[in-house]
Antibody
Framework: EVQLVESGGVLVQPGGSLRLSCAAS????????MNWVRQAPGKGLEWVSY????????YYADSVKGRFTISRDNAKNSLYLQMNSLSDEDTAVYYC?????????????????WGRGTLVIVSS | SSELTQDPAVSVALGQTVRITCQGD??????ASWYQQKPGQAPVLVIH???DRPSGIPDRFSGSSSGNTASLTITGAQAEDEADYYC??????????FGGGTKLTVL
């Protein structure tokens, strides 16, 4: 079955650290670009970070730059998000999402596979 | 990073047509993608590229783009289409930006 399964979400204190994982199965993970997307309670979707298939390129939202690090292990079909210096504004459901690129007259990038998400609560 | 602007809420009568729009400078250069999210569920891709639907998405969903505006149209809205809809587009810095979302109510 083609799927993504996130794990690692817990209650953590402000200033703390956490590592999220995303296990991929049913498709060729090593050739797929991946992203983390989050959603705070009652709020909209917020893109967090991107990593290319070979880890050569990464991007981060300004809100997490310098605090979060995206990585992957293609041998383990796994995606990670290391989160440091957490604040209550980081409280959210974190989704991993596979990205596909499309081009005809212009480029298009889209998230065609999503996990169910893992909840991170930052609170004292 | 670029911003994408969506109307917070839109309503449509059952069986009628509704258009949900997304505005932003990056849409002049790149295609938008559209996602449907129902309460307690992960987002689902409904439209990408020029006007492509993933397998399993009903053909009442369509997409279009003009200038700095991308649109998602639902022709003959059904009760099960009531959901939040988000657009997404890459900006020139490589960031993938979401619009603020549109809550669709089917009356």
């Amino acid at each position: 079955e083609v799927q993504l399964v996130e794990s690692g979400g817990v209650l953590v204190q402000p200033g703390g650290s956490l590592r999220l994982s995303c296990a991929a199965s049913g498709f060729t993970f090593s050739t797929s670009s991946m992203n983390w997307v989050r959603q705070a309670p009652g709020k909209g979707l917020e893109w967090v970070s991107y990593i290319s298939s070979s880890s050569t390129t990464t991007y981060y939202a300004d809100s997490v730059k310098g605090r979060f690090t995206i990585s992957r292990d293609n041998a383990k079909n796994s995606l990670y998000l290391q989160m440091n210096s957490l604040s209550d504004e980081d409280t959210a459901v974190y989704y991993c999402a596979r990205e596909t690129y499309y081009y005809d007259t212009r480029g298009g990038w889209y998230f065609d596979l999503w996990g169910r998400g893992t909840l991170v609560i930052v609170s004292s | 990073s670029s911003e994408l602007t969506q109307d917070p809420a839109v309503s449509v009568a059952l069986g009628q047509t509704v258009r949900i729009t997304c505005q932003g400078d990056s849409l002049r250069s790149y295609y938008a993608s559209w996602y449907q999210q129902k309460p307690g569920q992960a987002p689902v891709l409904v439209i990408h590229g020029k006007n492509d639907r993933p397998s399993g998405i009903p053909d009442r969903f369509s997409g279009s783009s003009s200038g700095n505006t991308a649109s998602l149209t639902i022709t003959g809205a059904q009760a099960e289409d009531e959901a939040d809809y988000y657009c997404n587009c890459r900006d020139s810095s490589g960031n993938r930006v979401f619009g603020g979302g549109t809550k669709l109510t089917v009356l």
